[in-house]
């Protein structure tokens, strides 16, 4: 959907007010590109503004169109309805943020009161009160109504704790894609026009989607992230940048302490995601494929591992600023792998291509997790071996140091996706959503008929692989 605004004049604060929004949310570089030409107009040169025109022209609002993505990361939902129930089961009309898990809890544990109920003793066979035990406590309760009541604490109390691990889980997604941009305060995002511009360009690039195909990802700094980026000078808030982009040129423009403390950031997270792995990770998945099996929550797994994978970067990038790197001599926790779909890994394998060399390193080392809490050792030794072995510099792939510098790219529209694939056109971009197609589920029966169309129109402009019909004998 066209989420902006029309007012072409709109006061600077305002733009940077939007501009600061995108951090936590999904818009499109182009849609971005268009508010840092209005946030930045009269400051920028004539060569910078047609270089950001390359991008801005593309816009929602200039081109008065609409988008079939959503602008946003999925919201948690919270816990309202299970508050409106317990309130109306219990006779009362308490407030609380039905958005806060720690609010929820406590909603539980104070309306429990009333039947002896708490957060601890929860378990429904095991912790009911019998006859007897509610007699004693003063509860003029039948068995039916105390059960319904102990019933919808336990809802509201699980509603926390499923609530608390899908916010972790978005914030975990934002962290890996875009650094910590989401945690920047306004006031400061304000302050500096320059690194306030060139943060929200280069996570709106961070932040796209991948596209299905055999090629690797590219890099988010292109020419346009380049050019607002050098326009941050001496005077530039350069912590706020580090947040977002944790590379030797700029964590060399920190004093030592602040890259002591952006070293901390990356461990936790590095930490808190390793640990949201381990709770799902398979035993039974083959890690020499990582080919994604019936019944795997994919998206949470790759959706975490490349949260892991970000903090893990950064974590080297800050040991490589403070000459600390001989630390991996007697821990190096490696990297996590995606898992890829069987027709992505079939494709492959028929392009000529073999199991990715990442891969062969992950398989031939031990969790990341257990090493992370000392269960297993993994140092720098054993990764450079694991390396050599699948034909890695372990430096340069990003094992044992800091990603090297890649080249800049050339912005590109960003594609309308349905699942990592291309389509020409949104409107049909939404009918294929809509019903299913590469969703890897089944596709929704009303809808096929339309959608099969679209396909045959050749509104699919991906490239895709195509299932080789049997060998006659």
């Not at 991948?210 to 001496?234: K, T």
């Not at 019903?435 to 009303?446: C, L, M, N, Q, R």
């Amino acid at each position: 959907m066209n989420i902006f605004r029309k007012e072409k004049d709109l006061p600077r604060d305002a733009v940077l007010a939007e501009l600061h929004a995108s951090l936590d949310r999904r818009y499109r570089p182009e849609d971005v590109a268009d508010l840092v030409l209005r946030a930045m107009a009269g400051r920028l040169t004539r060569r910078e503004r047609v270089v950001l025109e390359r991008a801005a022209r593309h816009s929602a609002r200039r081109q008065e169109s609409f988008s079939s993505m959503p602008a946003d990361f999925a919201q948690p939902v919270g816990g309202a309805r299970q508050v409106a129930a317990a309130n109306r089961l219990f006779e009362q009309d308490l407030p609380v943020d039905a958005d806060d898990p720690a609010a929820l809890l406590e909603f539980a544990a104070g309306t429990g009161e009333a039947i002896r109920w708490t957060p601890e003793r929860a378990d429904f066979l095991r912790d009911r009160l019998n006859r007897e035990a509610r007699e004693a406590a003063g509860l003029e309760l039948s068995k039916r109504q105390y059960n319904r009541r102990f019933r919808v604490l336990r809802r509201v109390a699980a509603k926390a704790g499923t609530l608390g691990t899908e916010q972790d889980k978005r914030s975990l997604l934002l962290v890996g894609l875009a650094g910590f941009a989401a945690g920047i305060p306004f006031e400061r995002f304000a302050a500096d026009v320059n690194g306030a511009c060139f943060v929200a360009y280069y996570t709106a690039r961070r932040k796209t989607r991948r596209e299905f195909g055999l090629s690797g990802r590219e890099n988010p700094f292109d020419e346009i992230a380049e050019m607002l980026y050098r326009r941050c000078g001496a005077d530039a808030d350069w912590w706020m940048i580090a947040q977002v982009r944790a590379t030797p040129d700029v964590l060399k423009r920190l004093p030592q302490a602040d890259r002591g403390r952006l070293l901390g950031q990356w461990s936790a997270v590095m930490r808190r995601s390793a640990e949201l792995l381990r709770a799902r990770w398979q035993s039974g998945t083959d890690r020499e494929t990582m080919i994604v099996r019936r019944g795997d929550d994919s998206t949470t797994w790759n959706n975490l591992a490349v949260a892991y994978n970000a903090a893990r970067s950064g974590w080297l990038a800050c040991l490589g600023s403070l000459n600390a790197l001989a630390l991996l001599d007697a821990a190096c926790p490696g990297k996590v792998m995606r898992l890829m779909a069987g027709d992505l890994a079939a494709w492959h394998r028929e392009t000529g291509g073999d199991v990715e060399p990442n891969t062969r390193v992950w398989a031939a080392l031990p969790l990341p997790w257990e090493v992370l809490d000392g269960s297993a050792s993994c140092t720098r030794a054993d990764v450079e071996s694991a390396c050599l072995a699948a034909g890695l510099d372990p430096e340069r792939s990003g094992w044992t140091a800091p990603a090297p510098k890649r080249g800049v790219a050339v912005f590109r529209p960003t594609p309308e996706l349905v699942h990592g694939v291309s389509i020409a056109d949104p409107v049909w971009a939404s009918l294929l959503r809509r019903a299913g197609v590469f969703s890897g589920k089944h596709v929704d029966p009303e809808l096929a008929g339309d959608a099969a169309h679209g396909l045959a129109s050749g509104v699919v402009i991906s490239d895709l692989p195509v299932v080789k019909p049997p060998a006659t004998p």
